[in-house]
């Protein structure tokens, strides 16, 4: 239903989509008009109703963006059973064999962009109906402008240039839109004009906890500000980092975090955790739900395919870390990364992970053979769980999962998947936000306690990573940066360290690599490295002024007559 749902409003309020002709012989079970929907009841289920797509991933589809955030970054495989189990995203992993007609990248662009119709209907209708009738007009305005910007921040790292439409804009017009009509610049203005709008109104809480409040209005904004500063030219090249863009992250951050509201969690695992979910470090997250009246509930089908292949569970496992993630978070005798030297040599399953040191975040990440499947002693993930292993090596992604006993988890055949929330924003971003842009200021000296705040989080976030001995599961070593030779160009880069480990497989590494200018750089020399572990990574290659984007799809490309331009080098 709620594909049915999306591909009606694509038809209908967008335009964008020209298979729909099936479902128009279909029997209707009952009609409303456009007029009933106007009332004041009803104009608040219809911004219900556009919230509700916040949710409306599918299993191919992510809204948390980890088949091009993660997979795209070196941080992770696609794994399922073979590179031939959903070619397209292996596609997307290795880049030279990604096209204009990849069938997902054209279904993430209609989903996003009916997610954006719903939520212009809802506007046009609070737009038109009297605060006397409709009290919470304003704050209703806000939330949709709230939530149509981050839909159309999704589709600003995902394909860069698109066709920008709102609520103002005449149906009859859309096929005359092009994606080029506004600059890269200009259209990030307008993703930080809706969410700078949404700020000024907003309440500082809300009682229902899915509406966004004006911290995360602010922090969403601050992360909008921060991509904009990095300049880019039509090569996708970055070519100066806007200093002012800069400073008003810097503020935007410091409100947030001096708001009083947030605070980051005590354990790094209580984000993974469905007992805390609207907790005090999250700032604005997806709710799901279950036994909630519909069929299924509202699961986090967005990873549904992520789980291990045991009785439990069993499937799909896919989105599986990569050996130089693991590597990764091993540290050196004073706890600090091993920044020139961690892959080196690869961790094995055996013993190494007691005869080095690791940043305690690994064992929150990734699942290890013979360690605790999320923090349970007593259910310990085996190699068996692996689909294919001798491809894509033994480990599993476990932040996106819970526990089969969890009361979130809930199988929907063949799948299953959880009603825990999945965060949006959490502080940690806000804090490391903050950071970048004082680095990039030449201001590191203020970075550091930013950066140390949260490796300290996680130095103590050792208590749940237990044997059914009480042994630790692995070797934990983690220290602060001292001050000490904290210059810009090392802040920067232990600036990029940071959030590559604190935000491991949550969908970001890939549009941080591409905002930083190194992606082209980084991922050719992971490539070089990783394909002499990993065969299916044989020829892989990363086209630079290319892949720093997403194609058009070449169905919406056709659609617009000519008259959407297609990004450099597609």
């Avoid at 992250?249 to 993974?272: C, E, H, K, M, T």
């Avoid at 490796?455 to 976030?461: E, F, G, L, V, Y």
């Avoid at 970001?508 to 050719?524: M, P, Q, S, T």
Wanted: net charge neutral.
């Amino acid at each position: 239903m709620k594909k049915l749902i999306q591909i009606a409003v694509l038809c209908s309020t967008l335009g964008f989509c020209l298979c729909c002709s099936s479902y128009l012989d279909l029997q209707p079970q009952g009609t409303i008009t456009s007029d009933q929907l106007n009332t004041p009841t009803n104009v608040e289920k219809m911004v219900i109703a556009a919230y509700s797509d916040l949710g409306n991933d599918n299993i191919h589809t992510s809204y948390s963006l980890w088949p091009w955030g993660s997979m795209r970054s070196g941080d992770a495989y696609k794994g399922g059973d073979s590179p031939g189990d959903n070619t397209e995203w292996h596609s997307y992993e290795t880049f030279v064999t990604n096209t204009v007609d990849n069938g997902t990248t054209n279904e993430m662009w209609g989903q996003v962009y009916a997610a954006i119709g719903r939520v212009n209907d809802a506007l046009r209708r609070v737009n038109a109906i009297g605060e006397d009738q409709l009290s919470t007009k304003k704050q209703r305005q806000a939330e949709m402008r709230f939530v149509r910007a981050h839909f159309y921040f999704l589709l600003k790292v995902l394909y860069k240039y698109v066709p920008y439409i709102d609520e103002t804009t005449p149906t009859s017009s859309y096929q005359s839109i092009s994606n080029r009509a506004l600059t890269n610049d200009q259209l990030w203005t307008k993703i930080a004009d809706d969410f700078r709008a949404a700020a000024d109104i907003l309440p500082e809480t809300q009682s229902d906890k899915g509406r966004p409040t004006k911290w995360a209005a602010k922090a969403y904004l601050a992360k909008t500000l921060l991509y904009q500063a990095y300049q880019q030219d039509e090569n996708h090249v970055v070519t100066a980092i806007d200093a002012a863009k800069l400073q008003e992250v810097v503020s935007l951050s410091d409100q947030v975090i001096n708001a009083g509201r947030y605070q980051l969690q005590p354990d790094f695992a209580n984000n993974f955790l469905s007992q805390y979910r609207n907790g005090v470090e999250s700032i604005f997250a997806i709710q799901f739900s279950k036994n909630d009246g519909t069929p299924f509930g509202r699961l986090d089908m967005g990873h549904a395919l992520n789980y291990p292949m045991n009785q439990e569970f069993g499937c799909c496992w896919f989105h599986i870390p990569s050996q130089n993630l693991i590597n990764a978070f091993k540290t050196d005798a004073t706890g600090l990364p091993q920044f020139t030297t961690y892959n080196n040599t690869d961790v094995q399953v055996s013993t190494d992970f007691q005869t080095n040191t690791f940043d305690p975040r690994l064992d929150h990440t990734v699942a290890i053979p013979n360690h605790p499947w999320k923090y349970k002693p007593n259910f310990v993930y085996r190699t068996t769980w692996a689909r294919a292993p001798q491809i894509y090596g033994p480990y599993t992604s476990l932040k996106e999962s819970v526990a089969p006993d969890d009361p979130s988890f809930q199988k929907n055949p063949p799948f299953m998947s959880s009603s825990k929330n999945w965060d949006i924003i959490r502080l940690a971003d806000v804090l490391l936000w903050k950071a970048e842009a004082l680095i990039e200021l030449d201001r590191p000296n203020e970075a550091l306690p930013l950066i140390n705040q949260l490796r300290q989080r996680a130095a103590n976030s050792t208590a749940l990573l237990k044997q059914a001995d009480g042994s630790y599961s692995s070797t934990y070593k983690m220290g602060v940066y001292p001050g000490t030779s904290w210059t810009q160009p090392a802040a920067r880069q232990a600036l990029q360290w940071e959030r590559r480990l604190e935000f491991a497989m949550e969908g970001y590494r890939f549009f941080d690599l591409v905002r930083w200018g190194i992606a082209a750089d980084y991922l050719n020399a992971y490539f070089a490295v990783e394909s002499k572990k990993r065969q299916h990574l044989i020829g892989a290659t990363f086209k630079k002024s290319r892949d720093e984007y997403l194609p058009i799809p070449l169905n919406q490309f056709n659609y617009s007559a000519g008259l959407y331009k297609q990004n450099t080098g597609w």
